[in-house]
């Protein structure tokens, strides 16, 4: 071993003892320091994070109250007044918010036939038979505030005429069938 390390010139020993030197210095940034950096860097960030919570807890408080609101506000629009009325009372409400259409709408209801109903695919479906008279335009905003006021109810059918077909009378009769749906109970 003497004899190779006489063989061996001075620099180029220098250089491989550094080598190695270098060798071990990248390894121990590598694989012992760097993991440590980095995971010191992720704690800092969660650090602020759970910071910027507790700073704006009261600005989250209001945004789930804003969304619980919307939701609630979802769930009218979709199920109107009569989520949880019995068939009897529903009949009754959705005919009484017609006349009040009607008459905000200077619309005469003709009448309101509820049907029986059906469980279609897990939704009791509900339709009622309406006839309406009136002229176009007051017909078109009556259909405007049945939308906006009555939105749970779909159209299923819609059919306008004339109505006395011999009299050049600008009154118009329109039959249209709504049909409310409802989560079928399991019972």
Known sequence: ????????????LIMAMGGVF???VAAFISYGLWPQ???????????????DV????????????NAEKEITMLDKNL???VLDMPNRQMEAYVIGRLQEISWKNSV???GVRPGTSNTVTSLEETPFDVEVSGDYFDLYAWLQDLGSELGFLAIRHFNISPLNSGTADSDLKASLTLVSYREATNG
């Open 1 to 12: 071993m003497d004899a190779l390390l006489k063989n061996v010139a001075p620099g180029t």
């Open 22 to 24: 270098l060798l071990i």
């Open 37 to 51: 950096i980095s995971e010191y860097r992720m704690s800092l960030h969660t650090i602020a994070l759970l910071e």
């Open 54 to 65: 507790v700073v704006n807890a009261d600005l989250m408080n209001r945004e789930i109250e």
């Open 79 to 81: 199920h109107g007044e």
């Open 108 to 110: 005469k209801l003709l």
